[in-house]
């Protein structure tokens, strides 16, 4: 029998709750397929750093570079300000291990209920690859008070590292400042990803920028993937500004087959693609690194308010499972659980309040584990 050793980090707010269901259906799935799952438990989160005041610490992401493929729940925590908790833990989770494609299906599943007037399941399926590890989430920047001031930013990665030494002179009262930076590297790697994508899907990618306005940066980008889209003659492909593309989401999904964007448009419009395939508590990603450790979790964040109440929809989490088993090669596996929650919903009848109903988050990671034993 193939044994798994996966570690999960249930993480915070309803964290723990739906990934207790994304491992019994990930369990089930073992029963089902001939494999064995042995979880390794990190208590990162919100109590953790309370606790003891580690975020995530190096030992631990060493410890965690043993493996292939990590389950996330959720992070996010009331008593601890933002950004403390997402940066420290899932972007350095995300940067340490390279994980340098965030791969979000948009995908309606059958049954499930979308607020796009006319459109079907059919309409609405493609793949948003989000460059994850450079643009505007380097974390680089500064506030500068009015007269000379320096500043050394650094960027420190696998690949590269970047210094970048500012004199600044200023007669503002006070400037905040952030940079964006995008390297040939990182961009040629994450556009050649989606191309290999779009050549097994429908052939189709677009790209995603505002090289309109923040020229350097994305006209860096449009060069790069129209280079490597010399590679890919069968592909087709089209550029498109992300202000644009948020309304074609809406008004014509059908459109898209894969669209690879930089990270922090890929970051605004998969909250726009969770809502048309149904809301975030149906919509999964992945932070992959093909070469590394990889880390599967709900793009919703941790919920506080409904934590410990059983109540939230758990499919984010199972689906997130799903691909998780794809990534190690249980292809039919994570297809199969796929399927089991498309019946699930079809079904119409096991639902959490989300989707109109009043069942539990343990109500729906039992039936959608039922559902797969039965395909
Ligand atoms: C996401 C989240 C994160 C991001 C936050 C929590 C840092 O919004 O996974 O989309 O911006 O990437
Ligand atoms: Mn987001």
Redesign the pocket.
């Known amino acids: 029998m193939t044994q798994y050793k996966i570690p999960v980090i249930p993480g915070d707010g309803i964290g723990p709750e739906i990934i207790r269901e994304g491992r019994k259906v990930l369990e089930t799935a073992g029963e089902k397929f001939g494999f064995d799952i042995e979880w390794i438990e990190y208590p990162h989160g919100a109590d953790h750093y309370l606790e003891t005041g580690e975020l995530i610490s190096e030992d631990t992401l060493k410890d965690l570079s043993k493996y292939q493929a990590i389950y996330f729940g959720s992070?996010?925590d009331e008593r601890v300000k933002p950004?403390i908790l997402?940066?420290g833990i899932?972007?350095n989770i995300?940067f340490y291990f390279d994980e340098y494609v965030?791969l979000?299906p948009v995908k309606l599943l059958e049954g499930v209920w979308t607020p796009l007037k006319d459109k079907t399941a059919k309409d609405i399926d493609f793949v948003v690859v989000?460059e994850?590890t450079e643009d505007f989430?380097i974390g680089i920047g500064g506030r500068a008070k009015k007269g000379k001031s320096k500043k050394t930013l650094e960027v420190i990665r696998n690949m590269y590292n970047v210094k970048f030494g500012l004199d600044i002179t200023s007669d503002s009262e006070e400037i905040g400042y952030q940079l964006g930076l995008i390297s040939k590297e990182g961009t040629r790697r994450v556009i050649r990803y989606a191309f290999e994508i779009a050549k097994n899907r429908n052939k189709h990618l677009s790209s995603v920028d505002k090289a309109n306005v923040l020229s350097d940066i994305y006209g860096f980008w449009r060069e790069e993937f129209t280079s490597i889209a010399s590679g890919y003659p069968q592909v087709k492909t089209d550029f498109n500004y992300v202000d644009a593309v948020t309304m074609w989401f809406v008004k014509n999904p059908e459109f898209f087959d894969v669209v690879v964007s930089p990270?922090?448009f890929?970051?605004i419009i998969?909250?726009l693609g969770a809502m048309i395939q149904g809301g975030l508590g149906l919509a999964p990603?992945g932070?992959i690194n093909p070469e590394g450790t990889s880390m599967f979790?709900p793009?919703h964040?941790s919920a506080p308010k409904y934590k410990g109440l059983n109540k939230v929809n758990p499919i984010a989490t199972i689906w997130a499972g799903a691909l998780l088993l794809d990534h190690l090669g249980e292809k039919e596996a994570s297809r199969q659980i796929v399927q089991a929650i498309e019946k699930n919903i079809v079904n119409n009848k096991i639902k959490t309040y989300d989707m109109g109903g009043s069942n539990t988050t343990t109500d729906v990671g039992d039936d959608i584990a039922r559902l797969l034993k039965e395909i």
């Open positions: 992070i996010g950004g997402e940066k899932l972007l995300r965030n979000r989000r994850n989430y990270n922090m890929g970051d998969t909250d990603g932070n979790e793009i964040g």
